[in-house]
C-alpha cells in the first residue's frame, strides 16, 4: 500500500487517530483509522524508516515505510522508496 497521510507527533492514549489514507494493491484508494508504533530503520545505511501498525477498521496489521522530511527533499531517497513500493506491489501481485 502507498500511503499519503503526513506523519505527525505521536498522541496521547485515547486521543482520536487521524485516519490513514492508502492505495491498496489492487489500485483501490482507502481511508482507515489507523495506530502506529515507534519509527525504526530496518537498515541504518538507507534512508526508509519503517513503523508497524494497525488499521482499526478491519484489524489489519500492516508496516508503513516512509521517509523523513529532509529525506523526502532528497530525489535520490523518493526513487529508493518509489522502487521498493513497486518491487512490494510486483511481489504481492504473483
Not at 8 to 16: C, D, H, I, L, T
Not at 81 to 87: H, K, P, Q, S, V
Request: hydrophobic share 35%.
Amino acid at each position: 500500500m502507498v500511503t499519503t497521510t503526513p506523519l505527525g507527533r505521536p498522541e496521547p492514549p485515547g486521543a482520536p487517530r487521524p485516519p490513514l489514507v492508502f492505495t491498496e494493491p489492487t489500485g483501490r484508494r482507502r481511508i482507515a483509522p489507523a495506530r502506529f508504533g515507534p519509527a525504526s530503520r530496518r537498515d541504518p545505511a538507507l534512508p526508509q524508516r519503517i513503523r508497524n501498525g494497525l488499521l482499526d477498521d478491519r484489524g489489519q496489521q500492516c508496516v508503513q515505510v516512509f521517509l523523513s522530511a529532509a529525506d523526502a527533499a532528497n530525489p535520490a531517497a523518493r526513487t529508493l522508496l518509489d522502487t521498493e513500493a513497486g518491487t512490494a506491489l510486483r511481489l504481492d501481485r504473483t
